[in-house]
């Protein structure tokens, strides 16, 4: 079935995916079938062989202005509870790929909550991230004040969460939510060389550290550490492992297979 809130592009350039969100007249408003369209979306490309890395964006104006509060306002603590809705927010975390978000315009709430869940955020200048839940009586629930605090610090964090305020691109990178900041136009274009000097590299490599890299924000050190070197020595098993060591001797680029 073609979903009806995004696009998906599963070749937009060698080896990498794009997954545009389409709801430009409510700003890319987060209803439940968008968010059950992106992780069905991922979860095909994430089993894609041709695919190595995905990005995530909106368009100009808004990479998601929040929730769709329309859907959500006149809902009881049970019925949210019986929704799930989260349960599609979990899928999207369990993508094993590198994906990047290309931000535009507004994150925020559960934008800025969807594009914390990516590995990576390349923001337009205009960008503007926050967490505006308090101005309309309720908080974030989808990883706000977990994710916002690990990225940018607990004092930042309440203050965001606690005033609605937005920060900027400029803010956000100097914080280390956003890895790079370019100017209007060109985040989509960012994202795709990001996205393809990642994709050079070895699958199976890029797929063990990224998760070496999201378990030091779930363990303690010594845990962390144990389970780096257990994938460290799973490189070893691999074809790429032997390809690039090989290749790095013999002075030559390494050409990777994911086997």
């Avoid at 592009?9 to 995916?17: D, L, S, W």
């Avoid at 509870?81 to 790929?97: A, E, G, N, P, V």
């Avoid at 000097?197 to 010594?222: C, G, W, Y």
């Amino acid at each position: 079935m073609t979903p009806e809130f995004i696009l998906v592009t599963p070749q937009a350039r060698p080896q990498v995916a794009l997954i545009q969100l389409n709801r430009p007249k409510e700003l890319n408003a987060l209803n439940l079938q968008l968010m059950q369209e992106v992780a069905a979306a991922l979860k095909e490309l994430d089993k894609d062989p041709e695919v190595r890395v995905i990005v995530l964006t909106g368009n100009e104006r808004a990479f998601a202005a929040g929730a769709d509060i329309k859907q959500m306002a006149g809902r009881t603590a049970i019925d949210m509870l019986l929704i799930d809705q989260f349960s599609t927010w979990d899928q999207i975390r369990r993508t094993t790929k590198p994906l990047i978000a290309a931000v535009s315009g507004f994150a925020l709430g559960g934008g800025c909550e969807l594009c914390m869940t990516c590995d990576m955020i390349v923001a337009s200048e205009t960008a503007k991230f926050g967490q505006p839940e308090i101005r309309i009586g309720t908080m974030p629930g989808a990883g706000g004040t977990q994710r916002l605090t690990r990225a940018i610090g607990k004092a930042r964090a309440m203050e965001m969460v606690l005033t609605g305020e937005p920060m900027g691109a400029d803010e956000a990178a100097r914080h280390g939510l956003v890895n790079r900041v370019v100017p209007v136009g060109q985040y989509l274009e960012e994202a795709f060389r990001l996205a393809a000097s990642i994709a050079k590299m070895s699958p199976i490599a890029a797929r063990l550290a990224k998760e070496s890299v999201n378990r030091s924000f779930e363990t303690h050190l010594d845990e962390g550490l144990h389970f780096e070197r257990k994938n460290f020595y799973m490189t070893f098993a691999s074809e790429d492992q032997k390809e690039g060591m090989a290749a790095f001797v013999e002075k030559r680029p390494a050409e990777f297979k994911g086997r």
